[in-house]
C-alpha cells in the first residue's frame, strides 16, 4: 500500500513538471512571435521611413538644384536652410554602401552641393551660414563630421588609375579640405562675419579630430600607396597637393603633438618614395616641410627614448625601410647650412638605430616568403603595397652613400681632423730600416706621421696619441657606425654602400689616418682593451674598424697591379705594410688571448672583417710581395711549443693554425704535413715496409705505355690503396721484366715518368702560358675520357705531394689557388690572378679599366671570340651577352667576367675533375697550411741551393756502405768540388734514397 502511494506521488510531480515546461515553451513561443512582429514591423517602417527619405533626397537633389550644371548661378543654388534638414535627415538615416553605385552617387552630389554652397557669401546660400545660429550650430557639426565620415569611407574604394574614380577622389578630397579649414568660407570674407573667423577655426579643428580619431591617416596612407606604387604617378600632382595639405593641417594646428606627429610620420612619411614623388612632381611640398622643419621634428624623436621605442614597435620592418629612405631623402634636399645642423647626432643616430631595428633575416613564422631586393628574403607584411616602388627607396638610399653626403658627414670632419697630420713611415719591429743605431733613433725622432707632431725647428717629435673616447674619435665612429649597420641591414646593397665610402672624397684614406693616430700600431692595445669589454656592442669605435675594415678589403680586391704598386694613390705600400702588421698582430692576440670569448670567435663579426681583409693582403702579397721577409710571422710563437699544443689538441693553437698559419715559418708547416700524413698512415695501417705490408699494390708497366699501363692498372683502386704502398715492375721493350731496386718497387720512378708524361702540352691536357707555367687546356676534350685523365692525373700528382715525391711541375699561380680552394672565397678577384695567364690580356683589361673616354666607343659587348682549331667560336660571357654592349657604367663587370670566363668557365669541369682527385690523396684541410707559391714549392721543391751537410746527414746507405766509408767520402767530395749546382739538382732527382727534409727552404 505504501509503495503505491510512493509511486502515485512521483508520477503526479512528473506530470507537473512537464505541464510546467509546457506552460514555459509556449510562452517563450509567444515572446518570439512578438519579437519577430515586432522586428519586422520596425524594419518596415524603417524601410518606409528611409524609402520617403531617399525620395525626399532624389526630389531636392536629383533635379536642378544639385548644383551639378557648370553654368549655374548663385541665384539658382538651393537655399541652405531648405536643403539642410534633407541633407542632415539623410546622412543620418542612410548607411553608407561602398558597394551601392546610387549611394555613391548620391554622396556625390551632396559633396557637389556643399562645396559649393561654401563659396558663395550670401548668408542665405551659404552652407556655413547655417553653423552662426546657436540652435543649428551642433546638429549642423555632427552632420558634417558624418558627411567627411562617409567620403573618408569611400576613399580607399577608388583607384586613381580609373578615370571616373579620379574625378571621385578630386571631388571627396576638395570636401575634405573645405571643412577642415576656414579660409575657403566665403561667408566669413563678409564684414560682419569677420570676427567670428577664430570660432570657425576651432569648429575645423574639431571636426579634424574627429577625422584623425576615425582613420584619417591610415586612409590617406592608402591612397598615397595606390597613388604613387609605380615610378609614374597615378595621381594628379594637385591630388597630391590635396593630399599633403590635408595631412599636415592636424599637425599645424595640433602644434605637432606627439600623438599626432607620430600618426603623421608611421602612416605618410612611411609611404614607399613619397618624398621622391614629392621633390619631382610638387616640390612646393617639400618646401613647406622645410618651412616646418618636419625633418627636424622627425628626426627629434629619437631623444626620446620611450617615445622612439613606441614609435619603432608600431612599423614593421619594410615600413620602417621606406620611412628611413624619406628621411633619407629629404635630408638630402635641405639647404647645406641646416644639413650640416641635423647630420650629427640627430640624423646619425636615427639613422643607425632605425636599420638596427629592421630584420635582416627570415623571421620563422608562416610559410611564405618574399623577395626583398634591399632586404633579402623576408616575411611578407600584411600591406603588399609597402614592398611596391622598391627601386626608388634603392635611389633614395644611395644618397646616403653619394658624394654630397659622405662630404658632409664624414669628408669634411676628416679632413678637419687630419689636417694637422701626415702619413706615418712604418718599420716593421722585426726588419728595421737600418742598422745604424744612431741613424734609426734620428729616424724616429725626425719621423711625422699620424699621431707625431714635429716641431718646424726640426727638434725631436713628441708623441700625443688619440684616445679612443676623444670627442673627434666618437663622432667619426658614431657616423661610421651608421654605415656598418646600412652595410648590415641593406645586404643586398652591400656592394653599393661600399664602393660609395671608397671612392668618396678620398674618405676611406681618411679614416686610416685616424686610426694611425690613435697610438703605437694603430692604437691595438687601446682596442684590445676595448673588445676585452663586455659592453663590446654599445661601442662605436669596433664599429669604426669593422667598417674600414670591410671598405679596405673591397678597395683592395678591385685594386690593380698598377694603381698599388706603381701610382700608390692615396695608399702607399708603406701603408699596406703599416695595416698588414696591425691586423696580423691583433688577430693573434684575439685568438691567442681567448679575448672574443670562447665560443664562435669565427663567426664573432669583429673577427670577420679583420681576418677577411688579412687574408686579402697576404694572398696580395703571396702573389705579388710587397712586405720585408719574415714580416707575417709572429716572433712570440715558438714553433715547438706550437706544435706541441697542437699535439695536445688546445683550442688557441688549432685556431691559429686553422686562420693564420703563415704565422709560423714555412719549413715548420712543411714538418707539420709531413707529421700529418705519417699520423693518417698510422691510422690507416700503412707503416708496414714494402715487402711486410699486406695492403702493397703490384702494377706492371710497359715503358713505351707508362701513362696507359698506369691509368688502366691504377684508375679503379680506391683511395685508400693509393695512399698505401705501390710497387712497380717495368717491363722493358723487349718484353722482359727489369730487375727493380730498392725493394723491387720502382714507384718513384714510375710516378715521375707518368707525370712527366701527361703534363707535356703535347698531350693536350695542359697548356702552358707565356712564361712556361702550367694549367688545364681548354681543349682538352678532343682527349676521348679527358675528364676522368684529369681525375687520375690529379691523383696521381696528390700520391707525390703524399709521399713527399718532388716532381718538376711549375703550375700557373691561378691554377694554384683553384687547387686550394680560394677561387670560391667572396674576397677572391679573378682579375688579380689574371696576370698568371695571360698577362697581354690582363694589360688589355686594365686599359679598358682606365679608359678615360667612353667605353662604347670601343664596340665591345659581353662576349668573346675564341679559335678553335682554325674555327671562330663565340662564347658569350652571361645569357645575352652578345646583345649587351659596353660601356662606362658597366666596364667593370665585364673584365670581370672576362677575367672569370678565361680562369674559370673554359675549365671548370677539367680543373674539378683534377681537384677531385688530388684532393682524394691530400686532404683539402692540410693544404690550407700553405699559400699559392708555398703549394708550388710543396710540390717541385725549392730553388734555393742545395745544402749537401742536410742531404749527407739523412742519407741512409745499404750494401755495408756507411758514411765513413772511401767511396762514399769521394762521393761527397765530387759533389761539393766539381758538381755545379744544376748537375747536383741532376744528381739529387736521380738520387734513390729517402731524403727527408728536402722541402724545407
Known amino acids: 500500500m505504501f509503495a503505491q502511494t510512493e509511486s502515485h506521488k512521483n508520477n503526479f510531480l512528473e506530470y507537473t513538471k512537464a505541464a510546467r515546461e509546457e506552460r514555459a515553451l509556449e510562452k517563450r513561443r509567444e515572446e518570439a512571435a512578438i519579437l519577430l512582429q515586432a522586428t519586422l514591423k520596425g524594419y518596415a517602417a524603417r524601410s518606409k521611413y528611409q524609402k520617403c527619405i531617399i525620395n525626399d533626397f532624389d526630389a531636392l537633389f536629383m533635379g536642378c538644384h544639385g548644383g551639378d550644371e557648370k553654368d549655374e548661378k548663385d541665384t539658382d543654388l538651393l537655399p541652405a536652410v531648405h536643403a539642410y534638414p534633407v541633407l542632415r535627415r539623410y546622412l543620418t538615416q542612410i548607411k553608407l554602401d561602398k558597394n551601392d553605385g546610387r549611394t555613391r552617387d548620391r554622396l556625390e552630389r551632396i559633396c557637389r552641393y556643399v562645396n559649393r554652397a561654401m563659396e558663395v557669401d550670401n548668408p542665405k546660400l551659404s552652407y556655413a551660414a547655417l553653423c552662426l545660429h546657436k540652435e543649428r550650430s551642433l546638429p549642423w557639426i555632427g552632420h558634417i563630421k558624418q558627411l567627411l565620415t562617409n567620403c573618408m569611407q569611400l576613399l580607399p574604394e577608388l583607384k586613381p588609375e580609373n578615370h571616373a574614380d579620379s574625378i571621385s577622389l578630386a571631388l571627396f578630397l576638395h570636401t575634405l579640405i573645405v571643412f577642415t579649414a576656414p579660409k575657403s568660407w566665403a561667408v566669413l570674407r563678409n564684414a560682419q562675419f569677420e570676427r567670428l573667423q577664430p570660432a570657425m577655426q576651432k569648429i575645423c579643428c574639431n571636426v579634424q579630430g574627429h577625422l584623425v580619431h576615425h582613420g584619417f591617416y591610415k586612409t590617406m596612407r592608402i591612397i598615397l600607396l595606390k597613388g604613387t606604387a609605380r615610378e609614374e604617378l597615378s595621381v594628379k600632382p594637385v591630388t597630391l597637393v590635396a593630399i599633403i595639405t590635408l595631412c599636415l593641417r592636424p599637425l599645424i594646428d595640433g602644434d605637432f603633438s606627439r600623438n599626432l606627429l607620430s600618426q603623421f610620420l608611421s602612416e605618410i612619411l612611411s609611404v614607399p618614395a613619397l618624398i621622391y614623388h ?47 629612405g624619406n628621411i633619407v631623402n629629404l635630408f638630402n634636399i635641405e639647404n647645406l647650412a641646416e644639413a650640416k645642423k641635423l647630420a650629427y647626432p640627430l640624423l646619425t643616430e636615427t639613422t643607425t638605430s632605425l636599420l638596427e631595428l629592421i630584420p635582416n633575416t627570415v623571421t620563422t613564422k608562416g610559410v611564405f616568403t618574399q623577395w626583398h631586393e634591399l632586404l633579402g628574403w623576408h616575411t611578407p607584411c600584411a600591406e603588399p603595397a609597402q614592398n611596391q616602388n622598391v627601386a626608388l627607396i634603392k635611389k633614395q638610399f644611395h644618397m646616403l652613400w653619394d658624394h654630397r653626403c659622405i662630404k658632409l658627414l664624414l669628408g ?50 713628441k708623441v700625443q696619441w688619440r684616445k679612443l673616447d ?61 673588445l676585452r669589454c663586455e659592453t663590446l656592442v654599445q661601442k662605436p669605435q669596433i664599429a669604426m674598424l669593422m667598417l674600414f675594415c670591410d671598405c679596405m678589403t673591397h678597395y683592395v680586391t678591385i685594386l690593380d697591379e698598377y694603381e698599388m704598386y706603381t701610382e700608390q ?25 681567448n679575448i672574443l670569448g670562447a665560443k664562435n670567435i669565427v663567426q664573432n663579426p669583429v673577427f670577420v672583417s679583420l681576418h677577411t681583409l688579412l687574408l686579402c693582403l697576404y694572398r696580395r702579397d703571396c702573389r705579388r710581395p710587397f712586405t720585408p721577409p719574415n714580416h707575417w710571422l709572429i716572433p712570440e710563437v715558438k714553433p715547438s711549443t706550437f706544435i706541441n699544443d697542437l699535439e695536445k689538441a688546445k683550442r688557441n693553437a688549432m685556431l691559429l693554425l686553422a686562420k693564420m698559419p703563415h704565422i709560423i715559418p714555412h719549413e715548420d708547416r712543411v714538418k707539420l704535413f709531413r707529421k700529418f700524413v705519417q699520423n693518417e698512415k698510422a691510422v690507416m695501417g700503412l707503416t708496414e715496409s714494402a715487402c711486410a705490408s699486406p695492403r702493397s699494390a703490384l702494377i706492371v708497366i710497359h715503358r713505351e705505355r707508362i701513362v696507359e699501363d698506369g691509368y688502366r692498372q691504377l684508375v679503379a683502386q680506391p683511395t685508400h690503396a693509393l695512399k698505401g704502398v705501390i710497387r712497380v715492375r717495368f717491363i722493358n721493350q723487349q718484353g722482359l721484366h727489369e730487375a727493380g731496386i730498392d725493394q723491387d718497387g720502382v714507384f718513384k720512378e714510375f710516378l715521375e715518368e707518368t707525370i712527366k708524361k701527361v703534363f707535356d702540352p703535347s698531350l693536350n691536357l695542359f697548356k702552358t702560358t707565356s712564361d712556361q707555367r702550367l694549367y688545364p687546356s681548354p681543349i682538352s676534350y678532343v682527349q676521348d675520357n679527358h675528364l676522368q685523365l684529369f681525375e687520375f692525373v690529379g691523383r696521381m700528382l696528390g700520391k707525390a705531394v703524399y709521399e713527399g715525391i718532388v716532381v718538376d711541375v711549375p703550375f700557373a699561380s691561378f691554377f694554384l689557388s683553384q687547387l686550394l680552394g680560394q677561387t670560391q672565397q667572396a674576397l677572391y678577384s679573378c682579375m688579380d690572378e689574371l696576370p698568371s695567364l695571360d698577362n697581354e690580356l690582363y694589360r688589355s683589361l686594365t686599359f679598358i679599366k682606365h679608359y678615360k673616354q667612353d667605353v662604347a666607343d670601343l664596340n665591345l659587348t659581353f662576349s668573346v671570340d675564341q679559335d678553335v682549331m682554325g674555327k671562330i667560336v663565340t662564347h658569350e660571357l652571361h645569357p645575352g651577352g652578345k646583345a649587351r654592349v659596353v660601356n662606362d657604367h658597366n666596364k667593370l663587370v665585364y673584365i670581370h667576367y672576362m677575367a672569370y670566363f678565361h680562369m674559370n668557365t673554359q675549365i671548370r669541369e677539367q680543373t674539378q675533375a683534377f681537384n677531385r682527385g688530388f684532393r682524394s690523396i691530400v686532404n ?27 742531404l749527407r746527414k739523412h742519407t741512409q746507405y745499404y750494401g755495408g756502405f756507411h758514411d765513413s766509408h772511401r767511396v762514399v767520402g769521394w762521393l761527397w767530395d765530387i759533389l761539393a768540388k766539381d758538381f755545379t749546382e744544376d748537375e747536383r739538382k741532376l744528381f739529387l732527382k736521380l738520387f734513390q734514397t729517402t731524403i727527408v727534409g728536402l722541402c724545407a727552404p
Open 278 to 324: 614629392l621633390h619631382q612632381s610638387v616640390p612646393q611640398c617639400i618646401e613647406q616641410f622645410s618651412s616646418m622643419s618636419l625633418l627636424k621634428r622627425a628626426l627629434n624623436i629619437s631623444e626620446d627614448y620611450q617615445w622612439f621605442e613606441e614609435f619603432s614597435a608600431s612599423m614593421s620592418g619594410t615600413k620602417s625601410l621606406a620611412y628611413l
Open 412 to 461: 669634411d670632419l676628416l679632413k678637419e681632423i687630419n689636417e694637422n697630420y701626415e702619413r706615418i713611415e712604418f718599420h716593421s719591429p722585426q726588419q728595421p730600416s737600418t742598422s745604424n743605431l744612431i741613424r734609426r733613433a734620428l729616424e724616429r725622432s725626425s719621423t711625422r706621421g699620424s699621431g707625431l707632431l714635429a716641431s718646424a725647428a726640426g727638434k725631436q717629435a
Open 470 to 530: 676623444n670627442g673627434n674619435v666618437v663622432q667619426v665612429s658614431r657616423i661610421c657606425g651608421m654605415y656598418y649597420a646600412a652595410l648590415n641591414t641593406l645586404s643586398q646593397m652591400k656592394l653599393d654602400i661600399l664602393t660609395g665610402i671608397c671612392y668618396n672624397d678620398n674618405v676611406l684614406y681618411d679614416i686610416w689616418l685616424l686610426l694611425t693616430s690613435l697610438g703605437p700600431n694603430c692604437g691595438m692595445k687601446e682596442y684590445l682593451d676595448l
Open 569 to 593: 694613390n692615396p695608399f702607399r705600400l708603406n701603408d699596406y705594410v703599416m695595416l698588414t702588421y696591425f691586423l696580423n698582430n691583433i688577430l693573434y692576440k684575439l685568438i691567442n688571448d
Open 924 to 950: 683539402p684541410e692540410w693544404l690550407s697550411l700553405f699559400s699559392p707559391p708555398e703549394l708550388q714549392r710543396l710540390i717541385s721543391g725549392d730553388t734555393v741551393p742545395l745544402d749537401l751537410k742536410d
